[in-house]
């Protein structure tokens, strides 16, 4: 690229001019880049582009200020994610009948007798009786926690944890999703959550 040692006025001013017009520094950066490099251009270009560039020092002289005048380049920042306000739960009206909430269509509908079940989680809920550990059909398998929910809405439920001084504990499900069907053979059927949910929460689905 240039020759090695190159001291004279003239030929260092032109591999000045080079190294400038290469790298796009100041003629200030490639002074000391060549002086460093003992006016080897091939080295400065490489030293100065393998370490990202070398910011100059400021001077207090009028002609180094109008040389490094060149903004330094600034990365792009993204703009924040819009702010989005929502409702996960309506509140429920304070006088007038509260609309029951229709259950969605379960992936499970299929195996399910809902006569029994309906009578069975009447006599549950009205003798308190444990569920029966012997499960026989698939809906057994992947039914809600009744034992554990609250008999109630959204609100009564936050009045209970209230007066109760515990945690409200609020399970989202999608029943067509089977993630969410497994929580209830996986999760809430275990006996050591189900002491934690009694003691500490209001459970409601």
């Keep these: ?7 004279s006025a003239p030929g260092v001013n032109g591999l000045i001019q080079q190294f400038t017009a290469i790298t796009g520094a100041t003629e200030s950066v490639g002074k000391h880049m060549l002086e460093a490099c003992n006016n080897n251009l091939e080295m400065a270009v490489t030293m100065f582009l393998d370490g990202g560039g070398i910011s100059e020092e400021p001077s207090t002289s009028s002609s180094s200020t109008a040389s490094s005048s060149r903004a330094p380049p600034t990365d792009e920042v993204r703009a924040p994610i819009p702010q989005k306000q929502d409702i996960l739960v309506e509140p429920e009206p304070l006088f007038g009948v509260p609309k029951r909430r229709r259950p969605a269509r379960s992936i499970f509908d299929g195996f399910r007798d809902f006569q029994t079940e309906t009578i069975r989680q009447e ?5 308190g009786a444990t569920v029966d ?3 026989s059909t698939l809906a057994d398998l992947f039914r809600p926690p009744i034992e554990l929910m609250h008999k109630g809405s959204f609100e009564t439920a936050k009045d209970s944890g209230q007066l109760e001084n515990k945690w409200l504990m609020i399970n989202i499900q999608n029943v067509q999703d089977f993630a969410c069907q497994c929580l209830n053979r996986d999760v809430w059927s275990n006996d050591a ?4 949910i009694r003691e500490h929460f209001i459970f409601w689905q």
């Design 1 to 7: 690229m240039a020759a090695l040692g190159d001291t």
């Design 123 to 127: 006599q549950e809920l009205r003798n």
């Design 133 to 135: 550990k012997k499960l």
């Design 193 to 196: 959550v189900k002491n934690i």
